[in-house]
């Protein structure tokens, strides 16, 4: 008997229908794909820009002005702020945003350059709509290599480019939309500011959009080759490196920037970390105890404006040896209150606090050759609807009195990374900026029967110049006393091994390490100051330009001495190392002790021994 | 020169600062015992007289260098002779003391051993200033002659140079300079032959034209350093040690001769006056 299988086959038509309906889904499967995000963005990132409001009068609710000033310009008022900061007064980098109903405005404000450059950057890029093809990126090169900013504020060169899949060249950006102004003589800073038209760039009304920004700082000084260091946010995103043009950090990566929902949030700066030592960054040992102290901003707005308390908000104190510390090297303090948590009313601010923290005699062992310490301060909640700007800050300045002020800072090479190459040490570049200023006080003569009084301090200008004396306060005399300061800081930057290409010019990228600094102050006027970074394998390589290595996992003391000279007094000149017999000491030793050693057993070798008896010596 | 030691490289044959001046010590003491044998004294005494001597003179080197430098340092590092750099000068003060507390333990004759280190010591002079030529150390004035040598950067020379404005890029050669170490070492060498030959009228001679010699021929080359600091007037701490080296030596020299003449009249030898070959020439009566 034969077995006949029988098979349904379903008619052409219907097979048909079946394949196409399977090729329109596939189609239409295709077309969601591409028109979605390939990944979500960066969730840890999220600025809000907020209306304009500038302040109650006429100028109320007008939008910065965009010629390339942005200090005293009250259109950034409550604007959303993030510095890069590095443990002194002044930042490395500040952005800030804000927008009215037809722009969004950014500021790009960069700091701490050795000089002005052609090559120095700023990376903008938008991702409005999550597509591809939406995406904006700009480039702008504010400066002229030695000269600053254009007299006109034009930056150098605008480059603007969209699709972000290929970057492709777009349309200039209209006239107005980028202004820059610059100032100083090395260090440099330089001011931009951006105005981008929401409709011309599809920002949406609601919702988040794609943000990132990447302030790259050039210098040609440091030879072998030049040096760039990347400030972007998110700074999760990885740097450019490689290639300027062609090597964007992707979409998915950029932060999330929206116009809407709760703005600003709480945050925190180096001048607001303190302690109840003077000067701060002091440990003061038993029987004083060290309180560590922290003011917090919180400037948080919904989405109508109205301000909003940060509840739960924590301070965590951490200290580190005063000079540029790794990661690894911030100790909590051991103290009670640490993290301290507190509530920081809206619109205002709160000091956070610990307890006294009084050293026993183990930690009086271990501070005694480090009584200077780095303060970090890092910023958490438990309350989901508290947001943070800057979620912490670090403070490294110390202060001095001269005529003779010496200061020790550790430079640490307890990276996670190892040194790039395969090399043992690491290599750190440190660019010195000093910033003379003259404060005058006045104290009014004793008048019979009165106390003395002080009045405070008219801060001087920069570079020497003083304001004019302001008033008495009822005494017969006042008798004016100026007071010289010297604010000296290192910039550490530490040689990653990467390079980034910038128009045709190679530069090693350098990770902003740090900075450490202090204020020495002299009665009276000073002349000369004279100021000098030494210490083992330390050495000039160019003005204000040092250069150290550091073997990995260990640490290195360098010092600074700053000396006052009054006016008339001629600073000696300045004596140059004498290293003779220096190179490689323990090597040399071990030949040496060889070398004696052998003649000794030349001179004892029985042989000679017993002739020697012999002859009768 | 310049043209085949520019820039001048840190080592050769496989020789480097840090190998050449504990080269120098080691042949200066085996030269001392080999000399004082030749001289007829006991070798071994000049062994041990020069091992105090060494240690005497890296750390006397080591406190000269410190106090020179007018540096605050913590007190441990007065003790630590084996870090930082080295004087010669103290170098020179600090074995001669050490070497001579020994030899008076033994009670040894002080100038007959001291005759017969200081060939020694020329010899380590020379040897060591190589060194210092390879480092860059002690470098010279600017110079435009044809055998002036250029430092790379990483060398005191370079950074002096940079430091100065001199050079205006970190990574350029320094500017052409006298190859200072290199005439000291010539210096050494010629003392090296010609104490070693010489045959002095009374035992501390050599020693003496050693100090004045040495003492002549250091405070000249000292013009043509580029690294010289004046300490007083116009005159270097080398050439401040080396007038008193000339001064000591003159000094010693003078005092040997009238010794050396009183003991002629003061004690004739064999009946006759000024016959007798007692180390030197003697006019005779």
Same mark, same amino acid.
């Given at each position: ?353 610990? +307890? =006294?923290?009084?050293?026993? @005699? *183990? ?7 480090? /009584?200077? $310490?780095?303060?970090? %301060? ?88 003083? +304001? =004019?004396?302001?008033?008495? @306060? *009822? ?7 100026? /007071?010289? $300061?010297?604010?000296? %800081? ?128 | ?285």
């Amino acid at each position: 008997m034969r077995l006949r299988i029988r098979r349904i086959r379903p008619s052409l038509r219907s097979a048909m229908r079946l394949s196409h309906r399977f090729t329109l889904v596939a189609m239409i499967a295709s077309l969601l794909a591409l028109a979605l995000p390939v990944a979500a963005r960066n969730p840890n990132f999220r600025i809000c820009l907020r209306q304009v409001i500038n302040v109650p009068g006429p100028n109320f609710g007008q939008p910065p002005t965009i010629d390339g000033v942005i200090n005293n310009d009250l259109g950034w008022t409550s604007a959303f702020r993030y510095v890069f900061g590095n443990g002194t007064p002044t930042p490395d980098g500040v952005i800030q945003g804000i927008r009215d109903a037809t722009n969004i405005y950014l500021s790009f404000e960069v700091n701490n350059d050795q000089q002005f450059d052609n090559e120095d950057v700023i990376v903008l890029t938008v991702d409005p709509t999550g597509v591809a093809a939406d995406a904006h990126r700009i480039h702008i090169f504010p400066v002229f290599t030695g000269a600053g900013a254009a007299v006109t504020g034009e930056a150098r060169l605008i480059e603007h480019w969209t699709n972000s899949a290929a970057w492709t060249l777009a349309p200039a950006l209209p006239a107005g939309s980028v202004k820059v102004t610059a100032a100083g003589v090395g260090p440099v800073s330089y001011f931009v500011e951006v105005k981008l038209a929401r409709a011309a760039f599809s920002i949406p009304a609601a919702g988040d959009f794609g943000m990132y920004f990447n302030m790259i700082r050039v210098s040609p000084v440091g030879q072998p080759i030049g040096t760039a260091a990347e400030m972007f946010w998110p700074t999760d995103a990885p740097p450019i490196g490689l290639d300027l043009e062609g090597n964007t950090p992707p979409p998915n990566t950029w932060g999330n920037a929206s116009l809407a929902g709760t703005c600003n949030g709480v945050s925190i700066d180096p001048s607001d970390i303190t302690t109840n030592q003077t000067p701060s960054s002091k440990i003061a040992f038993p029987p004083a105890s060290n309180i560590f102290n922290a003011l917090v901003h919180n400037n948080t707005v919904d989405a109508g404006g109205a301000f909003l308390p940060a509840n739960n908000v924590s301070a965590t104190f951490k200290i580190a040896n005063f000079g540029i510390p790794a990661f690894g090297d911030w100790a909590l303090v051991p103290t009670g209150n640490n993290p301290k948590i507190g509530n920081i009313p809206a619109n205002s601010s709160n000091t956070l606090s610990t +307890d =006294g923290w009084v050293l026993t @005699a *183990g930690q009086v062992t271990q501070y005694t050759a480090h /009584t200077h $310490q780095c303060i970090l %301060v890092e910023l958490d909640s438990t309350d989901p609807n508290t947001f943070f700007v800057q979620k912490s800050a670090w403070t490294n300045m110390n202060f001095g009195t001269a005529s003779v002020a010496d200061f020790d800072a550790e430079i640490s090479g307890r990276l996670k990374d190892k040194p790039p190459g395969g090399k043992a040490n690491h290599q750190f570049d440190f660019f010195v900026t000093k910033k003379e200023s003259v404060l005058r006080s006045q104290v009014s003569r004793l008048a019979p029967g009165e106390g003395a009084a002080t009045q405070g301090l008219d801060r001087g200008h920069d570079n020497g110049e003083v +304001d =004019g004396a302001g008033a008495g @306060a *009822g005494a017969d005399e006042t008798q004016s006393r100026e /007071t010289s $300061q010297l604010t000296w %800081v290192a910039h550490g930057l530490r040689r990653t091994g990467n390079f980034i290409v910038i128009k045709k010019k190679k530069f090693e990228i350098v990770d902003r390490a740090g900075s450490y600094g202090f204020l020495v102050q002299h009665q009276g006027k000073v002349g000369t100051w004279l100021a000098d970074l030494t210490g083992q394998s330390v050495r000039k390589v160019a003005e204000n330009l040092y250069r150290t290595e550091v073997p990995h996992g260990k640490a290195l003391t360098v010092h600074t001495r700053v000396e006052a000279f009054e006016p008339g007094v001629t600073p000696p000149p300045p004596k140059p190392p004498r290293k003779c017999g220096k190179a490689k000491s323990s090597v040399g030793g071990f030949f040496l002790l060889v070398g004696v050693f052998g003649l000794g057993l030349i001179a004892y070798a029985p042989r000679r021994r017993r002739k020697n008896r012999r002859n009768g010596v | 020169m310049r043209g085949i030691l520019s820039p001048v490289p840190y080592s050769v044959l496989g020789l480097d600062p840090g190998v050449v001046w504990p080269l120098a010590l080691a042949a200066a003491l085996a030269y001392a015992m080999y000399f004082a044998k030749r001289s007829g004294l006991d070798y071994r005494v000049m062994y041990w007289a020069g091992v105090s001597a060494l240690l005497g003179g890296i750390w006397g080197a080591h406190l000269l260098e410190l106090l020179a430098s007018g540096s605050v340092v913590e007190p441990i590092e007065w003790v630590r002779f084996w870090t930082g750099p080295k004087s010669y000068f103290g170098g020179l003060a600090g074995g001669a003391i050490l070497g001579a507390l020994f030899l008076r333990m033994r009670r040894k004759p002080l100038l007959a051993y001291a005759d017969a280190v200081v060939p020694a010591v020329s010899l380590g002079y020379a040897i060591g200033r190589i060194g210092c030529f390879l480092n860059g150390d002690d470098y010279g004035t600017v110079s435009n002659v044809a055998w002036a040598v250029q430092y790379p950067p990483g060398t005191e020379a370079q950074a002096a140079h940079l430091a100065r404005g001199l050079i205006s890029s970190p990574d350029s050669l320094s500017l052409p300079v006298h190859p200072v170490q290199l005439y000291s070492s010539l210096i050494g060498l010629c003392l090296l032959v010609s104490l070693s030959r010489m045959r002095p009228a009374t035992t501390g001679g050599r020693a003496c034209i050693f100090a004045m010699a040495y003492g002549i021929a250091r405070f000249a080359v000292e013009f043509l350093r580029g690294d010289a600091d004046p300490v007083l007037g116009p005159l270097s701490l080398p050439q401040v040690c080396s007038a008193l080296l000339v001064i000591f030596g003159l000094c010693l020299w003078l005092r040997l001769r009238k010794r050396h003449s009183s003991l002629i009249w003061l004690k004739p030898i064999n009946g006759t006056r000024g016959t007798e070959d007692i180390g030197g020439s003697v006019a005779p009566s």
